[in-house]
């Protein structure tokens, strides 16, 4: 698969190529992972309610069911690669080399629908996911997840997670039970407001147009020691279209997407935002204000695009407290519970049956 997109595209190669890369969609290989899953959002006595990264884990299998060898969240994706190219404005708040004027850092990503199901159908409102590895010189690597929406949904990994089982779908209405839910949203006035905000925010046509936003803030350090407070999102060069109204193919975003590569290569711009004194660096669901002061760090450009095999996006943990030199994690809990809970998820995908190949797709160009 790799590359074989940079060819011409006759046309019954690309039905294949489409077709190929979503087959492969999700499924990882046995590569022996350990489980490192640090702990450093839970703290206190040992109780059976305390939330563990196990716990965490085991609420997406309860909620999505237990699908061997793909994420628990985010399963459904594609992978992709291409290169960063800075503008050098970055340098000004940190010395991470990836910000260096005209440097050329090869990325390796994936695009993905948020949820459990490796084989969902695609919908406009599922939130979408831009997961990027930037290879520095040295073995430095700067890793991010980053999603379409203003803000996330949750302060805190127990609020994720009794969302994520208080909304859980039934089986036969396909939605949250409604007292559940409305339990929940009364408990969480923050969840309430941030999906206010996400309405105002609506879903764009697909993964090309999208922006895609870090929402945890960060500490960037400069070579003369000034730290600022950083979000940072990537905002597409690609012109933006309104998503369609109503129900999409099976598998029409990601469609889409791999043959918009057939038209060239994709591109966003790297925008940082630097937040002032009184913006909270532990609340993703708040926003910063729009005023606040943006860099253009560099563009991004993703040239080719490639089922989850090994050597790209299926073996990666891309876990968001690995950072270059010159970026630190904040005192976000989403953060710390970030990187324990995927690294159980790796763990526990790369060490279950390698399923390649037996992802059903039904879209409208499977033959
Ligand atoms: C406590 C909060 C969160 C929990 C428990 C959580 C959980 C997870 C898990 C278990 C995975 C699968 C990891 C793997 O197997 O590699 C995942 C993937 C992902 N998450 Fe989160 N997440 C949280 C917050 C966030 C936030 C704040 C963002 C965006 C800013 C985000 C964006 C993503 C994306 C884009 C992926 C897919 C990454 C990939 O393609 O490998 N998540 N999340």
């Known amino acids: ?103 050329r850092t090869p990325v390796t990503g994936r695009f993905s629908l948020s949820g459990g199901v490796p084989d969902v159908a695609d919908a406009t409102k599922t939130v ?81 147009d999208s922006t895609f936003n870090g929402l945890n803030a960060f500490h960037f350090t400069n070579g003369s020691g000034g730290s600022v407070p950083v979000r940072w999102s990537m905002v597409p060069l690609q012109p933006v279209r309104a998503a369609a109204k109503g129900p999409i193919g099976r598998n029409e975003l990601f469609e889409t997407l791999i043959d918009a590569f057939d038209g060239g290569p994709l591109r966003w711009r790297l925008v940082l935002t630097i937040g002032g004194p009184e913006d909270p660096l532990d609340d993703a669901t708040l926003p910063w204000p729009d005023s606040r002061r943006t860099l253009d760090a560099g563009v991004l450009t993703l040239s080719s695009v490639h089922t989850e095999a090994s050597g790209n996006a299926r073996d990666i943990n891309f876990d968001p407290t690995v950072l270059p030199r010159g970026i630190a994690v904040s005192d976000d809990p989403l953060l710390s519970a970030r990187s324990s809970v995927y690294a159980r998820s790796f763990a526990r995908r790369t060490g279950e049956p390698d399923t390649k190949g037996t992802v059903k797709v039904t879209g409208k160009h499977d033959d």
Request: charged content about 25%; proline content about 8%; some cysteine.
């Open 128 to 208: 979408r996911g831009l997961a990027l590895r930037f290879d520095l010189p040295d073995g430095e690597q700067w890793r991010t997840a980053m999603v379409n929406l203003p803000v996330f949904q949750d302060r805190t990994p127990q609020g994720f997670y009794d969302r994520m089982l208080a909304f859980k779908a039934l089986p036969d209405t396909g939605q949250p039970d409604p007292e559940k839910k409305a339990a929940f949203l009364a408990e969480h006035p923050e969840t309430v407001r941030a999906m206010e905000l996400a309405k105002k925010h609506p879903p764009t046509s697909g993964f090309a």
């Open 1 to 103: 698969m790799e590359h074989e997109d940079l060819k011409p595209p006759a046309a019954p190669a690309r039905e294949l190529r489409r077709r190929s890369a979503l087959i492969g969609i999700g499924a990882v290989a046995c590569v022996g992972a350990v489980d490192v899953g640090a702990f450093a959002y839970v703290s206190g006595r040992a109780t059976p309610d305390r939330l563990t990264p196990g716990r965490l884990a085991d609420g997406f299998e309860t909620v999505f069911g237990k699908h061997p060898g793909f994420r628990r969240n985010h399963a459904k994706g594609v992978s992709v690669a291409g290169e960063f190219v800075a503008s050098g404005a970055g340098t000004s708040v940190s010395e991470a080399t990836v910000f260096e004027d005209g440097r």
